[in-house]
């Protein structure tokens, strides 16, 4: 009987500790911007068009 007072104490313990990571989470916006990481992976990364060109002033030795 004395173990099920402990597991309801201790599951009553961790609900208050998941409910306060919560209200932290939301008070500090972590849930504001809910569209954005669901289509973040349908844009491609932005590539550059050409490869760098050599520099033009470069001497050489001829």
């Known amino acids: ?3 099920i007072v402990v ?3 201790f599951s009553l313990m961790l609900a208050i500790g998941f409910l306060i990571a919560f209200l932290w ?6 849930l ?4 954005t ?3 973040r992976i349908l844009f491609d ?5 050409k490869a760098p ?8 030795n001829d």
């Not at 989470?25 to 972590?30: A, I, P, R």
């Not at 990364?45 to 068009?49: A, L, Q, Y």
């Open 25 to 30: 989470s939301v008070k500090s916006g972590q």
């Open 7 to 9: 597991l309801i104490g």
């Open 53 to 60: 060109e050599k520099k033009v002033n470069e001497k050489h």
């Open 1 to 3: 009987m004395s173990v």
């Open 45 to 49: 990364d932005i590539k550059p068009d």
């Open 32 to 35: 504001e911007d809910k569209y």
């Open 37 to 39: 990481p669901s289509v």
